[in-house]
């Protein structure tokens, strides 16, 4: 293997870290037009029992505040969409689809203080 060969070797591999490293850097902050488009759906699916904005006073149900759930200990985006993709507590049809639960998790973990 010459020199010039391993200098190739390098640069090839150096560029694959930094590649996987920006996707991972990506991966871990949802775009914030996902943030946008799920706090557009919980202003149309959730808000009729949950305060899903930190400047709203509070609700007629018990339902948690977004804020509230974003800052519990230990949960997570996956957990949120996991909870929104299937029928909660006693409502009937507000189950949404992984894209749309998935916007709606990036848009309540926004909410998490830092």
């Given amino acids: 293997m010459t020199g010039r060969d391993r200098q190739h070797i390098v640069r090839a591999t150096l560029a694959a870290i930094a590649f996987a490293g920006l996707g991972h850097a990506a991966a871990a902050q949802p775009a914030r037009d996902q943030v946008a488009t799920g706090r557009n759906l919980a202003g ?13 006073q509070g ?14 200990p ?7 969409s996991a909870t929104v993709q299937k ?18 998790a990036a848009y309540v973990m926004s ?4």
């Fill in 111 to 114: 909410l998490r203080k830092r």
């Fill in 44 to 56: 149309q699916y959730c808000v009729t029992c949950h305060v899903i904005t930190p400047s709203e």
């Fill in 87 to 104: 029928s909660h507590v006693n409502m009937m049809n507000d189950q949404r689809p992984k894209p749309e639960a998935d916007a709606i």
């Fill in 74 to 80: 230990g949960i997570t985006a996956a957990a949120i």
């Fill in 59 to 72: 609700s007629w149900t018990d339902a948690p505040k977004f804020t509230a759930i974003a800052n519990r």
